[in-house]
């Protein structure tokens, strides 16, 4: 069977095709991102959920900024009162669960996201194991596979 489609109809094809394997491809790199689980180590930029003290409302703290906030009674308590929920931040989405005592917080934007997973002791975030999603990095090894992809889909139409 012979195509009869021509030269833009046919790169149109490839592009849509090649766009679709790197959303596809960077949504599985997202999602199987590594966690680290041995000695975890806070980072100043993560944010854990709690109850700010002025509007009674779950709010997001910077771990760099929650000595500061606990010295100056910023929040109210580390234990939302909701054991899931999500909060619109100035420049990120604050995302929480809580199971089995532990919390898992996801922090994300257009160009990261992070989850933590910590539990309390004696009002006092203990972390257990985080997960560093660099999503610009995540693309770029989206483009790589779905250009290893094209080359594969390809090299096997030139085979027939």
Do not use: H
Request: proline share 4%; net charge positive; hydrophobic share 45%.
């Amino acid at each position: 069977m012979e195509d009869k489609r021509g030269f833009f109809a046919t790169i149109f094809t490839a592009l849509m095709i090649f766009s679709g394997l790197v959303g596809v491809c960077t949504v599985a790199f997202i999602s199987s991102w590594p966690w680290e689980k041995k000695d975890p180590v806070w980072k100043p930029a993560f944010r854990i959920v709690a109850v700010c003290a002025a509007t009674k409302e779950p709010c997001g703290i910077a771990y760099g900024d929650f000595a500061e906030a606990k010295a100056k009674g910023l929040y109210a308590s580390l234990e939302p009162a909701q054991p899931a929920g999500d909060v619109e931040e100035e420049k990120n989405w604050l995302k929480w669960k809580k199971e089995d005592g532990i919390y898992e917080v996801k922090a994300s934007s257009w160009y990261f996201q992070n989850t933590i997973r910590y539990k309390l002791e004696n009002e006092t975030p203990v972390l257990v194991a985080y997960q560093d999603v660099d999503v610009s990095r995540a693309f770029t090894y989206g483009i790589g596979a779905a250009l290893f992809m094209m080359a594969g889909l390809y090299l096997r139409k030139l085979r027939k």
